[in-house]
Protein backbone atom coordinates (compact mmCIF):
# COMPACT_ATOMS: atom_id res chain seq x y z
CA UNK A 1 0.00 0.00 0.00
CA UNK A 2 2.83 2.59 -0.29
CA UNK A 3 0.91 5.01 -2.11
CA UNK A 4 -1.39 5.27 0.58
CA UNK A 5 0.24 8.22 3.25
CA UNK A 6 -0.71 7.71 6.90
CA UNK A 7 -3.18 9.46 8.14
CA UNK A 8 -2.40 11.49 11.41
CA UNK A 9 -5.72 13.90 12.18
CA UNK A 10 -4.12 16.56 10.13
CA UNK A 11 -5.27 15.78 6.56
CA UNK A 12 -8.68 15.28 5.44
CA UNK A 13 -10.27 11.77 6.29
CA UNK A 14 -12.33 11.36 3.44
CA UNK A 15 -9.37 11.71 0.92
CA UNK A 16 -7.56 9.31 2.82
CA UNK A 17 -10.33 6.72 2.62
CA UNK A 18 -10.94 7.52 -1.04
CA UNK A 19 -7.18 6.51 -1.53
CA UNK A 20 -7.30 3.71 0.81
CA UNK A 21 -10.10 2.18 -1.24
CA UNK A 22 -8.43 2.66 -4.72
CA UNK A 23 -6.38 1.08 -3.54
CA UNK A 24 -7.84 -1.49 -2.57
CA UNK A 25 -9.96 -1.77 -5.46
CA UNK A 26 -7.13 -2.23 -7.57
CA UNK A 27 -5.50 -5.14 -5.57
CA UNK A 28 -9.16 -6.76 -5.82
CA UNK A 29 -9.36 -6.97 -2.21
CA UNK A 30 -12.81 -7.69 0.03
CA UNK A 31 -14.43 -6.37 2.82
CA UNK A 32 -12.80 -8.38 5.35
CA UNK A 33 -9.02 -7.80 3.93
CA UNK A 34 -9.86 -3.95 3.50
CA UNK A 35 -11.05 -3.82 7.21
CA UNK A 36 -8.01 -6.03 8.64
CA UNK A 37 -5.44 -3.24 6.30
CA UNK A 38 -7.08 -0.17 7.02
CA UNK A 39 -5.06 -0.04 10.51
CA UNK A 40 -1.89 0.24 8.58
CA UNK A 41 -2.55 3.42 7.27
CA UNK A 42 -3.19 5.21 10.34
CA UNK A 43 -0.88 7.01 13.12
CA UNK A 44 -1.01 9.14 15.93
CA UNK A 45 -3.98 9.92 17.34
CA UNK A 46 -6.18 7.95 14.83
CA UNK A 47 -4.15 5.19 15.74
CA UNK A 48 -5.05 5.29 19.38
CA UNK A 49 -8.66 5.62 18.42
CA UNK A 50 -8.91 2.95 16.39
CA UNK A 51 -7.02 0.80 19.23
CA UNK A 52 -9.63 2.03 21.20
CA UNK A 53 -12.60 0.66 19.72
CA UNK A 54 -14.23 -1.95 21.75
CA UNK A 55 -13.75 -5.08 20.68
CA UNK A 56 -16.13 -6.78 18.30
CA UNK A 57 -17.67 -2.95 18.18
CA UNK A 58 -16.92 -2.78 14.17
CA UNK A 59 -17.38 -6.11 12.08
CA UNK A 60 -17.25 -4.70 8.56
CA UNK A 61 -14.50 -2.02 6.66
CA UNK A 62 -17.90 -0.55 5.95
CA UNK A 63 -18.65 0.75 9.12
CA UNK A 64 -15.16 1.21 10.28
CA UNK A 65 -15.07 3.80 7.53
CA UNK A 66 -18.17 5.43 8.62
CA UNK A 67 -17.00 5.61 12.19
CA UNK A 68 -13.72 6.61 11.09
CA UNK A 69 -15.44 9.66 9.02
CA UNK A 70 -17.65 10.43 11.78
CA UNK A 71 -14.45 10.95 14.16
CA UNK A 72 -12.37 12.96 12.51
CA UNK A 73 -15.06 15.04 10.51
CA UNK A 74 -13.29 18.34 12.10
CA UNK A 75 -10.25 17.42 10.13
CA UNK A 76 -12.44 17.49 6.63
CA UNK A 77 -11.16 20.31 4.19
CA UNK A 78 -13.91 22.88 3.71
CA UNK A 79 -14.94 23.08 0.29
CA UNK A 80 -14.10 26.60 -0.97
CA UNK A 81 -17.30 28.56 -3.17
CA UNK A 82 -16.69 29.55 -6.57
CA UNK A 83 -16.85 32.79 -5.38
CA UNK A 84 -13.74 32.50 -3.72
CA UNK A 85 -11.69 31.35 -7.15
CA UNK A 86 -13.28 34.30 -9.05
CA UNK A 87 -11.19 36.31 -7.29
CA UNK A 88 -8.26 34.60 -7.64
CA UNK A 89 -6.19 36.89 -10.07
CA UNK A 90 -2.88 36.57 -12.33
CA UNK A 91 -0.13 38.90 -9.97
CA UNK A 92 1.23 41.75 -12.04
CA UNK A 93 4.79 40.56 -13.20
CA UNK A 94 3.72 37.09 -12.67
CA UNK A 95 4.20 34.30 -15.50
CA UNK A 96 0.77 32.47 -15.85
CA UNK A 97 2.26 29.50 -15.06
CA UNK A 98 2.40 30.55 -11.57
CA UNK A 99 -1.00 31.57 -11.42
CA UNK A 100 -2.44 28.67 -12.64
CA UNK A 101 -0.61 26.79 -9.98
CA UNK A 102 -1.95 28.91 -7.40
CA UNK A 103 -5.26 28.41 -8.77
CA UNK A 104 -4.89 24.70 -8.77
CA UNK A 105 -4.04 25.09 -5.00
CA UNK A 106 -7.24 27.12 -4.14
CA UNK A 107 -9.57 24.87 -6.09
CA UNK A 108 -7.77 21.19 -4.78
Not at 15 to 30: G, I, N, P, T, W
Not at 36 to 41: K, V
Not at 79 to 99: C, F, N, T, V
Amino acid sequence: MSSVELFDETTDPYDHLDVYKAEMYVQDMDDATCYRYFRATLKGIAQKWLNGLSSGSVTSFFLQAELFNAHFIASKREKKPSIHLAKIRQQRGKDLKEYVRRFNHEAF
